[in-house]
Nanobody, 126 residues
Framework: HVQLVESGGGSVEAGGSLRLSCAASGYSYSLSMDWFRQTPGKEREGVAAIDTVGGTSYAQSVKGRFTISTDNVENILYLQMNSLKFEDTAMYYC??????????????????????YGQGTQVTVS
């Protein structure tokens, strides 16, 4: 079954940068892999999505600051986060759904509901 392992979170001052990684394994079919985040008491929020042709979509709150990318050889999903703000503080999750055709805009909306997701990595901005 699909296994997703996130890493790269931590504590950073406002204006700083972090790069999250998500290593995927245990599958032999196409996945849509994307990022969502969650803070206590709030609903999950789609952060960034990428599709199989390289199209990307971002939440308005992170557009211009975050960049999603993939290493398709190593099956790793990345989220480069620059100019971090206090309100970016959250648990960040990599999530995946079986799909070879989902466009990034659709994935951004659906990623909070994806079946497969990792244990999360905490990002704290002070």
């Amino acid at each position: 079954h699909v296994q997703l392992v996130e890493s790269g979170g931590g504590s950073v001052e406002a204006g700083g940068s972090l790069r999250l990684s998500c290593a995927a394994s245990g599958y032999s079919y196409s996945l849509s892999m994307d990022w969502f985040r969650q803070t206590p008491g709030k609903e999950r929020e789609g952060v960034a999505a990428i599709d199989t042709v390289g199209g990307t979509s971002y939440a308005q709150s992170v557009k211009g600051r975050f960049t999603i990318s993939t290493d398709n050889v190593e099956n790793i999903l990345y989220l480069q986060m620059n100019s971090l703000k206090f309100e970016d503080t959250a648990m960040y999750y990599c999530a995946a759904e079986l799909s070879a055709t989902m466009q990034s805009s659709q994935a951004l909306d659906l990623v909070p509901h994806f079946v497969h997701y990792g244990q999360g990595t905490q990002v704290t901005v002070s």
